[in-house]
């Protein structure tokens, strides 16, 4: 018997952004949810973040897991290209790029798509475990080997070396895990969890209400700095 979700969402421009360049997508419906996070300082960052966000919406998203991943993949590539051509043609060859975060559910299988640095994480218990990994110079010498993984996790850099529109050829990481009743999952732009902590993270993911939640965080960034855009996505699965 297929699982059943719930999730909650925001995007906000924070305090210090003129505006939102960030996009979500939260369609419980068929098990699928993602951030993006239009490069910041990039010609017109929010029409590659909303042209993922469209791109998805119009999945149906029938089959397999598997199946899944193939179609969220291939419409990530088909919006890869189009940004691309719009820079050249519309653009004068300006970037315009954005990262991704994709994930998708079937049963107590889920995977997890992306390009750059915005996140998915799972709270399972009381451990808050982050499931990608930034594409950013750092977390490159750490695969291979150039760096300790201290000196990754310490390590604070805007630069990411992976992003959807921003090279004709898009490399998107996938990894799968295992979902478990009590899990809490949590898609995010750089803009939450480099204002807040592990413990303000969980602390409100523990919450039984997830719109509860997803303000929660919310108003815990906007009481802080806020240098960015600031979006989220809160999703659980329900008890059988």
């Not at 559910?105 to 982050?130: C, F, M, N, P």
Request: glycine share 10%; aromatic share 4%.
């Amino acid at each position: 018997m297929s699982r059943t979700w719930q999730s909650a969402e925001e995007s906000h421009r924070g305090n210090r952004r003129k505006r939102n360049e960030d996009a979500v997508l939260s369609r419980s419906d068929v098990r699928l949810w993602a951030v993006a996070d239009g490069m910041g300082g990039h010609h017109a960052g929010d029409v590659a973040s909303h042209a993922i966000a469209t791109g998805l919406a119009e999945l149906t998203l029938n089959g397999s897991l598997a199946d899944g991943v193939d179609e969220v993949e291939d419409r990530l590539l088909e919006v890869n290209e189009g940004l691309c051509l719009h820079a050249r043609v519309e653009c004068q060859g300006a970037t315009i790029g954005s990262t991704v975060v994709a994930m998708l559910t079937r049963d107590d299988v889920g995977a997890v798509l992306w390009a750059g640095d915005s996140r998915l994480y799972r709270l399972r218990g009381s451990t808050l475990e982050q499931i990608t990994r930034d594409h950013n110079p750092v977390s490159d010498l750490l695969d291979v080997g150039g760096v300790s993984e201290a000196d990754a996790l310490s390590a604070d850099t805007n630069i990411i070396t992976r992003a959807v529109g921003c090279q004709p050829e898009l490399y998107l990481d996938v990894a799968v895990f295992g979902v478990e009743a009590d899990d809490t999952y949590l898609l995010c732009t750089d803009g939450l969890y480099r204002e807040l902590d592990t413990c303000e993270l969980v602390e409100e993911l523990r919450g039984e209400d997830l719109e509860a939640s997803v303000q929660g965080l919310l108003q815990k960034c906007l009481a802080g700095a806020a240098r960015d855009n600031i979006s989220l996505v809160i999703a659980r699965p329900d008890a059988r």
